[in-house]
């Protein structure tokens, strides 16, 4: 059975930073698209960044322009999410996915993409 544990969020200022991590189990993040999605109070959940399956390349949401950047570590199985110049507008539950279909590298930002969901990381930023 695949596993994920999101770690890593808080309440912080807003200009300050965060990592947040999603430890898998049960499969290796190598073989699997892993990418972080965020709901926000009152709206739907939205992709924020994806590493694909094989080479792990990255993909963005169009708003993280530059601020966010994923990485993963894959000898501890782990998938990062690191959060620069934090806004209030970034205050909401940040989730982890795993997506272990063959077309799940083609549509990375896509809800459909994935199979497996962490319970979700708080992140609050006060302005």
């Known amino acids: 059975q695949v596993q994920l544990a999101e770690s890593g969020g808080g309440l912080v200022q807003a200009g300050g930073s965060l990592r947040l991590s999603c430890t898998v189990s049960?499969?290796?993040?190598?073989?699997?698209?892993m990418a972080w999605f965020r709901r926000a109070p009152g709206e739907e959940r939205e992709f924020v960044a994806a590493?694909?399956?094989?080479?792990?390349?990255?993909h963005y949401a169009d708003f993280v322009k530059g601020r966010f950047a994923a990485s993963r570590d894959i000898a501890k199985n782990t998938v990062y999410l690191q959060i620069n110049s934090l806004r209030a507008a970034d205050t909401a539950v940040y989730y982890c996915a795993a997506g272990l279909r063959g077309d799940s590298n083609s549509y990375p930002s896509s809800l459909a993409s994935y199979d497996y969901w962490g319970q979700g990381t708080q992140v609050t930023v006060s302005s």
């Open positions: 049960g499969r290796s993040i190598g073989s699997s698209v």
């Open positions: 590493i694909k399956r094989g080479g792990g390349t990255t």
